[in-house]
């Protein structure tokens, strides 16, 4: 969930968020196993940001390890040509013109 929250829907009256919509990222559950096993309370807010974050590094991380003069059109490259690796947390996730695309899903609060 984006900024419609586990936490403010529970905090709020139904009547508030009833209907109203969000969107999250299906991700691995392969991924989530490995987090919830490492940190406990993991909601499914954190989950979006955790992966999110973790893949922004590893694509950083890989683009600079692949470019020997660490330069950006160097590190661009190399980021263009990843192609749904096994670290990727999201389903179904690539890379597109340097920017990391996946499915989302969109759902209503009831």
Known sequence: MDCQTEKNVAALP???VKGSLYFEIPIKKSFQD???A???GVTAGDMQGIANAYQ???LAGV???ECPDKTGACVVQKINEIT???YFAYENGKVVDRML???IV???TK
């Open 14 to 16: 139904a009547s508030y």
């Open 34 to 36: 490995k987090v919830n």
């Open 38 to 40: 490492k940190y406990t």
């Open 56 to 58: 922004t590094v590893m």
């Open 63 to 65: 683009g600079l390890a």
């Open 84 to 86: 749904n690796p096994d």
């Open 101 to 103: 695309r996946s499915d």
């Open 106 to 108: 969109v759902g209503e």
